[in-house]
Structure formats: structure tokens, C-alpha cells
């Protein structure tokens, strides 16, 4: 039977989907899925997985795919990060079997997919991914969609989208950010520049981007055309989203933790989910958020979810008639809603410094600060600032090294070949040199063995003589005996 495309394969095998969970690192787990199967999401995404990981090691594949498998779950579609056509493909291919369809990410902005090259740092590489796509399209059994980020030109964008759907893409997720806006710095969304691919395409369009509530998923449809709508942080903080609730928390921990029982995930995921659901309420009882980050079991956490609860009952119970949210929260703490991430100015205020001076930064601070675009230090560099006050981070106090002539990574200052260790190696290697500066010594070696061998030969010579003049004069003794 043929593989459905297009609008037939999002009617008949994702079943019109409208809602969809997008896809999380660590966070997009069975278990979470799950939860929003129950509470309205029609169409799931695996976490982000590497193809070229996937493909080597079984361990990975059980962990992340084949130990999932789960009839509830479905539709799904399965998401990889590559840059090789032929790992992407063979990857896709041990994966086929367990979903719906085969999702390459050209959407992730962060910096673990600037080093790795993948995600949304290929948008420029246009020949590449179309060899991707039409290798994927050739070979799987199911059909290939794309997520992607947007450039901040609408007629590029829209190149780029008709570039993927010539190529063999089937459905396109469209993030309205470019790759610059992450973080702090992630703002609004352009629904304009989605709007433009879905009416240049003839493919299905997913939106994503500035998605909090039900009625955001209902506005961008209408704004944009799209087929549907895909959430991540809004379903994180209110996994009922699409169901156009907004529940107790506890009830929705409870009933998380209740299927991670049943489908156990690590516990770094249930702990970041619980960080996510209790957000607001964790800004109130600090000693419970530190807690819920030092608990070692499940059922530690499952004791901090039931602390949670029972002092927002208290809370509730002391409730006076008529009182009001705090902080601008548009509901009370103890109910799911939606987190708005501060931006640059919001964040500094928000640890009593101005905009203009230097102070805490968020998670992603890091990475602002590798590309060079921050005076400020990451929570990390300020912990190494505490432990040693004379560290410096001044890039440009930095020691400068050479670079290897092969690959460009730092050289061994003393190596033979101007080269790192790895290339060095493997140069000795081939020429049986030797590099004192790495201490890789296969000239040396090769000579010993040679000697050693020499010297072998010269102890065996005499043996082999005084048997062979033994042999020589046993025969002359037999003949004399004959003869007589």
C-alpha cells in the first residue's frame, strides 16, 4: 500500500489533528504524552532524538522508542536531529515501525545545536537538506515532515518552506521565531510570517509560537489558516490546555505521577514536569522548591507534591471572601496557567538589579555569552567566581593556541607535525614516527620489535647447527654400521 501525502496523510493517519504536543528534550516523555492524550492533545511528538546516537547504540533506542511502545499513543510522530543524509535515513528506518511519521528538526536554536550542527543552524543549507528529504522520502515507509524556525525575511521563509515540500516534506511545523529568539530574548512570535507559508504550500501547516491558552490555539487558526496548532511551554504549565481548563495543579500532578508509575521515565523529567506545574506556587514556598530539587525517589516527590497540595489547602481554607491573585497572576497559584518568561529588563528586576546593571540571568545565559553578546555572568561562571574570587572570564585574557594543521583544534605545543593528539596519531601511524611531544613512539617501537627479532634469529642459529652436525655424524654412524 502506497505511504499517504500531504492532506491525506494528515486526515486519515494523524486523524485531522488540531492539538498537538510539540517536541520537548527530556521533557515530551511517554508518560507526559500521555497526560495530554487524556486532557485533549490529538497528536504527539517524541523528545528530540540524534539520529547518528539512535543508530549506534540499542541501549538508546529501547530507552527512548522500542521500551515505549504504547497502543494509547498514537498518533505519533518521531523527531531527529542530523546533518548526514545517510544516518538520518538508516536512523529513520529502526523507527519507522513504532510511529506515524519521521520528523527532521531544523527548528532547535540552542547551542548544544550550533556545536553539533543540526537544528536550526542548517537553515542556510539548502542542497543538504534537500538531499535529506529526498533520500528520507525514497526510502521510509512512512511519510517525512520538518520542523523549522523562520528568517526574519517573510520571501526567504517562504522559499525555504516551498524548497522543503519540492523536496518530499509531507507537513511543515512552522515556529514563528527566528533562531536568535530563545530565551530571554524569544518576544513574540511572528503569526505573519506562518500565515505566508501556509498559503504558498500545498502541504498541511502546523503553527507554533505564542500558544498559552485554548483561545490562542482558536485565534492563530483563524489568523493564519493553519491545519493545527502545537504547544510545548503552554502545555507544560497546563497540560488540560486544549481541553480549555485550567485545573488544580495537584490534580494534575497526581494523576502525572500516577502514569509514571505505570511508565517509568527517569527522574530528572517528573522533577522538571513538577518544577513546570508548581511554578507559581514554588515562588511562594522556597524551602518546598529546594526540597523538590535535592528528592532522590519517586516517592520523595510524590511526599513534596502532597506537601504542595496540603499548604494550598491551608491557603485556601484562610481564604478571606473577595481576595485577589497576587503578582498579576491571573489566577490564583495553585492553578494551571500559563508562565510569561520575562524578558532581558524583567529578568534583572526580578533579582533587584536594573536593567543596566549586572546581575542573575537565566539558564541560557551561557550560551549568550559564547557568541559573545553579554557583559554579564551565567549562574555557572558566578558559583566558579564564589569558589575562586581571582578566576577570570575576560575572553580576551584567554590563552591563544595554535591550531592543529589538519583539523583546527588546539596543537600539542611540542608535536613533531604541528598537529592534536588525534591527528598525530594517526600520522605516526602511517609514517611509523614518533612524536615525543604527544608521546606516541611507534618509530621506536618498530625498532626494538625488529631488533628483538634479530636477536631471536642469532640464538637460534648455533642450536640449529649442533643439530644439524648431530643429525650428520648419527649418519655416518649408521652407514659405518651398515657397511659392517
Not at 613512539?441 to 627479532?453: G, P
Amino acid at each position: 500500500m502506497p505511504k499517504l501525502r500531504g492532506e491525506a496523510f494528515w486526515r486519515e493517519t494523524l486523524r485531522s489533528a488540531h492539538y498537538v504536543v510539540a517536541p520537548m528534550v527530556d521533557q515530551s516523555e511517554l508518560a507526559w504524552r500521555l497526560l495530554s492524550r487524556r486532557h485533549g492533545a490529538q497528536l504527539c511528538y517524541t523528545p528530540m532524538l540524534h539520529a547518528q546516537v539512535f543508530l549506534r547504540d540499542a541501549n538508546y533506542r529501547r530507552e527512548n522508542l522500542y521500551g515505549e511502545a504504547c497502543p494509547e499513543d498514537r498518533p505519533l510522530i518521531v523527531q531527529f536531529c542530523a546533518n548526514d543524509p545517510e544516518v538520518f535515513v538508516q536512523a529513520a528506518l529502526l523507527a519507522q515501525d513504532y510511529c506515524d511519521a519521521i520528523d527532521l528538526n531544523l527548528g532547535c536554536p540552542q547551542m548544544i545545536a550550533k556545536r553539533g550542527h543540526y537544528g536550526a543552524f542548517l537553515q542556510e543549507e539548502w542542497d543538504l537538506l534537500q538531499r535529506m528529504i529526498l533520500l528520507a522520502n525514497e526510502k521510509l515507509s512512512v511519510p517525512i515532515t520538518c520542523k523549522i524556525r523562520v528568517f526574519p525575511d517573510i520571501d526567504k521563509t517562504v522559499k525555504y518552506a516551498q524548497m522543503l515540500e519540492k523536496a518530499g516534506c509531507q507537513l511543515l511545523t512552522v515556529h514563528g521565531r527566528t533562531k536568535e529568539q530563545k530565551g530571554p530574548l524569544a518576544g513574540v512570535a511572528s503569526w505573519e510570517h506562518i500565515q505566508a507559508v501556509r498559503k504558498a504550500v500545498n502541504i498541511p501547516v502546523f503553527a507554533n509560537g505564542n500558544i498559552q491558552c485554548l483561545s490562542d490555539v482558536e485565534e492563530c487558526i483563524r489568523k493564519t489558516g493553519v491545519h493545527g496548532v502545537m504547544s510545548a511551554e503552554g502545555n507544560l504549565h497546563n497540560p488540560a490546555l486544549f481541553e480549555g481548563r485550567n485545573p488544580l495543579v495537584w490534580e494534575m500532578a497526581e494523576e502525572y505521577l500516577e502514569i509514571v508509575r505505570k511508565y517509568p521515565c527517569p527522574l530528572s523529567y517528573v522533577r522538571a514536569h513538577l518544577f513546570k506545574l508548581w511554578h507559581h506556587t514554588l515562588q511562594v514556598y522556597q524551602q518546598l522548591r529546594e526540597e523538590l530539587a535535592k528528592v532522590k525517589t519517586l516517592e520523595g516527590i510524590v511526599d513534596v507534591n502532597r506537601e504542595l497540595k496540603l499548604r494550598c489547602q491551608e491557603e485556601i481554607a484562610n481564604q478571606k471572601e473577595g481576595e485577589k491573585p497576587k503578582e498579576g497572576l491571573p489566577f490564583f497559584h495553585w492553578i494551571c496557567q500559563p508562565y510569561i518568561r520575562p524578558g532581558p529588563k524583567e529578568r534583572c528586576r526580578e533579582n533587584g538589579d536594573s536593567g543596566t546593571e549586572k546581575g542573575v540571568r537565566g539558564k541560557r545565559a551561557l550560551e549568550e555569552e559564547e557568541d559573545g553578546n553579554s557583559e554579564l555572568l551565567s549562574k555557572n561562571k558566578q558559583k566558579k567566581k564564589l569558589r575562586n574570587p581571582n578566576k577570570s572570564f575576560d575572553p580576551s585574557l584567554k590563552p591563544k593556541y595554535a591550531k592543529c594543521d589538519q583539523c583546527g583544534n588546539p596543537k600539542g605545543n611540542k608535536c613533531v607535525f604541528n598537529m592534536c593528539r588525534g591527528c598525530c596519531k594517526k600520522r605516526a601511524f602511517k609514517e611509523v614516527a614518533d612524536c615525543p611531544g604527544h608521546g606516541l613512539l611507534f618509530k621506536t617501537k618498530y625498532e626494538k620489535s625488529l631488533s628483538w627479532q634479530h636477536s631471536q634469529r642469532g640464538i637460534q642459529t648455533p642450536e640449529i647447527s649442533q643439530r644439524g652436525d648431530a643429525e650428520v655424524g648419527e649418519t655416518t654412524v649408521l652407514k659405518e654400521a651398515g657397511d659392517s
